[in-house]
């Protein structure tokens, strides 16, 4: 009578989903394994096992006399964590955005460039130019799973008010603002409307204007234009005269 083999297929085995274990049976000279899912190999020693989903595999060995035995060895497999990073943000040059990502226990923003930190939750963004953030989450078992946001930046508006003016006491000024889509005029003084492109301005004194253009993308710039306001003269013809008939009055003004 000869003994079994004494088949072992070592200890269980744990993978996230989508990587890879060796599996190492010892104590026989052939092998075969079941079921064949996810294996290198069914028939070698140390088959390479990549599962869907948790399986235990049975190996069965067979010995130089042809006797034969069999182990088990499970293959836990944890899924990976979903990782979100949100919806794409927008936002204008200078400005910032705050990202948040959730789904894992740990985090790690690529690039660093214009992040308030890199490994954080909740990072500040606030890059240059439209910029495509890769986050990697780690879960408590180890397993990683990334997303991408993008945030665009968009340029700001080109507002322009014009040449400065100058205008007579009592006289008006047309003044106009271009390169956005809406304004804003500050100080509303002496203006004919405070939120349209080309204000009449009929200031009392001279004035800095500053114009706030704000384009399609809410993104806001501003210009200023100086209205001067030039006194009028004081024209001083002199005291009323009388004179008889035929005689003549010196005029004189200053």
Known sequence: VNPLPAVNAGPDKTVCRGSSVTLT??????YSWT??????CSTCASPTATPTSTTTYVVTGTDANGCTNKDTVVVNVHLLPTV????DRSVCIGSSAMLTVTGASSYSWTPTTGLS???CMHPTA????TTTYIV???DSNGCVNSDTIIVKVNALPTVNAGPDKTICAGSAASISATGASSY???????????????????PTSTTTYVVTGTDSNSCTNKDTIIVKVNSLPSVNAGADKAICAGSSASLSVS
Not at 25 to 30: Q, V
């Open 35 to 40: 079921p064949t899912t996810g294996l290198s």
């Open 136 to 138: 990697t989450g780690t």
């Open 25 to 30: 049976t010892t104590g026989a000279s052939s």
């Open 84 to 87: 979100n990073a949100g919806s």
């Open 184 to 202: 804003s005029w500050t100080p509303t003084t002496g203006l004919s409307c405070s939120a349209c492109a080309s204000p009449t301005a009929l």
């Open 117 to 119: 930190c890199s490994t």
């Open 126 to 129: 606030t890059p240059t130019t």
